[in-house]
């Protein structure tokens, strides 16, 4: 008796020590066996990403004994190849990087590139894009775009930043040969390219935190309005070329003045794992960012659109499946639906296809000798040519 009152003691004090320290009893050791270190790769290092996911990593630490690295890497291509090869646990990507990656596209298109069994472990923000131009420019809306306009844009994005110059020339108008493609490092890059008039326009990243000292620039910036309500025909056009995101105003703490009450193209993007991560271990890294969210909540302006709720509303439409670690949490939480089943079945089904397809396509390309490679117009046709019955990834309000 004397030893099971010693016991309860020792317990009730080890979780007077944990409330102190700010810290979880549940997130011990005891709890659970957290890995001994937990690699985390963003935007960065100027990201929103990174600096979002600066404000819970040393949390997630400190209250698990775990330590998590944090690594920065602006090319969209190098966090999924680290993901791929298991150099890391996890990388933020946006939607439409999902989307070109598992679609082999672009930059994509490589033999170590390509699609793989990718999971989305959690919603890492919700961005706004649109196209910016000088303040002085002549250009007031995406219908001033003309033939011979120069698009500065960031190569380290490969095919995404190529589809979003694509998809703002289509919407106003224009086929991808009107517009002067001029690369630059980054996005943080293309937008001094603007402000600077190195380029005409740009498909700017507005709810990022740099673009706030372009309102700085002489002349300042001004954002040209995606509103589909208004122009559903450039819509229209638009998501031929890039599907997945949707249209609106973003939330307004988070963009520049000049960009205020202004519709843009709205997409989420998400931490992603591979399918191989251990179903206990993403399981456990949500539990803690949903249990633990009241602890950095208020540390970044973005931190709203990580919580459950923005992430639940993200599943209604989400494209691409979730890991099974994942599903069984929202499961526990009754948060999880027949038809969020047939969704993720469908999605498993179509990430699937991809892989299959790819597979066979390097085999044939192998056989015939056909160098896999991007520029390699024998090889992009002969992937076109396996992929062209397979539907592209895009937010579904229905399931087919």
């Given at each position: 008796?004397?030893?099971?009152?010693?016991?309860i003691?020792?317990?009730?004090?080890?979780?007077?020590?944990f409330?102190?320290?700010?810290?979880?009893?549940?997130?011990?050791?005891?709890?659970?066996n957290?890995?001994?270190?937990?690699?985390?790769?963003?935007?960065?290092?100027?990201?929103?990403?990174?600096?979002?996911?600066?404000?819970?990593?040393?949390?997630?630490?400190?209250?698990?004994?775990?330590?998590?690295?944090?690594?920065?890497?602006?090319?969209?291509?190098?966090?999924?190849?680290?993901?791929?090869?298991?150099?890391?646990?996890?990388?933020?990507?946006s939607?439409?990087?999902i989307?070109?990656?598992?679609?082999?596209?672009?930059?994509?298109?490589?033999?170590?590139?390509g699609?793989?069994?990718?999971?989305?472990?959690w919603?890492?923000n919700?961005?706004?894009?649109?196209?910016?131009?000088?303040?002085?420019?002549?250009?007031?809306?995406i219908?001033?775009?003309?033939?011979?306009?120069?698009?500065?844009?960031?190569?380290?994005?490969?095919?995404?930043?190529?589809e979003?110059?694509?998809?703002?020339?289509?919407?106003?108008?224009?086929?991808?040969?009107?517009?002067?493609?001029?690369?630059?490092?980054?996005?943080?890059m293309?937008?001094?390219?603007?402000?600077?008039?190195?380029?005409?326009?740009?498909y700017m990243?507005?709810?990022?935190?740099?673009?706030?000292k372009?309102?700085?620039?002489?002349?300042?910036?001004?954002?040209?309005?995606?509103?589909?309500k208004?122009?559903?025909?450039?819509?229209?056009?638009?998501?031929?070329?890039?599907?997945?995101?949707?249209?609106?105003?973003?939330s307004?703490?988070?963009?520049?003045?000049?960009?205020?009450?202004?519709?843009?193209?709205?997409?989420?993007?998400?931490?992603?794992?591979?399918k191989?991560?251990?179903?206990?271990?993403?399981?456990?890294?949500?539990k803690?960012?949903?249990?633990?969210?009241?602890?950095?909540?208020g540390?970044?302006?973005?931190?709203?659109?990580?919580s459950l709720?923005s992430?639940?509303?993200?599943v209604?439409?989400?494209?691409?499946?979730?890991?099974?670690?994942?599903?069984?949490?929202?499961?526990?939480?009754?948060?999880?639906?027949?038809?969020?089943d047939?969704r993720?079945?469908?999605?498993?089904?179509?990430?699937?296809?991809?892989?299959?397809?790819?597979k066979?396509?390097?085999a044939?390309?192998?056989?015939?000798?056909?160098?896999?490679?991007?520029?390699?117009?024998?090889?992009?046709?002969?992937?076109?040519?396996?992929?062209?019955?397979?539907?592209?990834?895009?937010?579904?309000?229905?399931?087919?």
């Amino acid at each position: 008796m004397k030893k099971a009152s010693l016991i309860i003691r020792g317990t009730i004090l080890l979780s007077v020590v944990f409330l102190s320290l700010g810290m979880s009893a549940e997130y011990s050791e005891s709890a659970w066996n957290w890995p001994e270190v937990f690699t985390v790769m963003t935007h960065g290092p100027t990201g929103e990403t990174y600096t979002l996911t600066a404000t819970w990593s040393p949390l997630l630490g400190n209250m698990t004994g775990t330590k998590v690295r944090q690594m920065p890497e602006w090319s969209d291509a190098l966090r999924f190849n680290n993901l791929r090869t298991g150099k890391i646990d996890t990388t933020t990507q946006s939607a439409s990087a999902i989307a070109h990656q598992t679609e082999a596209t672009h930059t994509y298109a490589t033999r170590e590139g390509g699609p793989f069994q990718s999971r989305i472990l959690w919603i890492s923000n919700i961005t706004g894009f649109a196209p910016m131009v000088s303040g002085s420019s002549s250009i007031k809306t995406i219908h001033d775009l003309k033939p011979g306009v120069k698009f500065a844009y960031g190569a380290s994005y490969g095919a995404t930043a190529v589809e979003s110059a694509n998809a703002v020339a289509a919407w106003a108008g224009l086929q991808p040969k009107d517009i002067v493609m001029v690369p630059f490092a980054n996005i943080v890059m293309t937008g001094m390219a603007v402000t600077t008039g190195k380029a005409d326009v740009t498909y700017m990243l507005v709810t990022a935190g740099y673009t706030f000292k372009y309102e700085k620039a002489r002349g300042g910036v001004r954002y040209l309005e995606l509103n589909a309500k208004k122009d559903p025909e450039g819509a229209k056009r638009w998501l031929a070329v890039k599907p997945v995101g949707s249209f609106g105003i973003p939330s307004q703490h988070k963009t520049p003045p000049s960009a205020k009450g202004i519709s843009m193209n709205i997409t989420p993007g998400y931490y992603v794992v591979d399918k191989s991560m251990d179903p206990e271990l993403a399981y456990h890294v949500v539990k803690w960012l949903n249990e633990n969210y009241g602890a950095y909540k208020g540390k970044h302006k973005s931190s709203p659109e990580i919580s459950l709720s923005s992430f639940r509303k993200n599943v209604d439409t989400i494209y691409f499946p979730l890991h099974e670690g994942v599903i069984k949490y929202l499961k526990e939480l009754g948060q999880w639906t027949s038809k969020d089943d047939q969704r993720q079945a469908y999605n498993v089904g179509l990430v699937t296809r991809y892989e299959k397809a790819y597979k066979t396509a390097i085999a044939e390309a192998d056989k015939k000798g056909i160098e896999v490679k991007p520029d390699n117009k024998a090889w992009i046709a002969l992937w076109n040519s396996y992929k062209k019955d397979i539907p592209r990834f895009h937010e579904m309000d229905v399931i087919p």
